[in-house]
């Protein structure tokens, strides 16, 4: 449990990032982002991008506490 919350807190923290720094640069991060790529978020990928980068601290901090309990 605590290795697939590791892995999904990296994949969306890099998400959140890059897609923050495609919107940012005008699109010199194009392969970072998969949110720019989505049409259904058009308009919306800054905030996207914001609530992924909270949504990966959230399962770091999710994997910490698996990690704290002892559970594997």
Request: aromatic share 20%; charged share 5%; with cysteine.
């Given at each position: 449990m605590k290795t697939f919350l590791g892995?999904?807190?990296?994949v969306l923290l890099s998400?959140?990032?890059?897609?923050?720094?495609?919107e940012l640069t005008d699109g010199w991060f194009r392969l970072w982002s998969v949110v720019s790529r989505t049409s259904?978020?058009?308009g919306y990928e800054i905030y996207v991008s914001v609530v992924?980068?909270?949504?990966?601290?959230?399962?770091?901090?999710a994997s910490a506490a698996v990690t704290r309990r002892g559970r594997v």
């Open positions: 892995f999904l807190c990296f998400q959140g990032v890059g897609g923050l720094l495609y259904f978020f058009d992924m980068i909270i949504a990966g601290g959230a399962m770091g901090a």
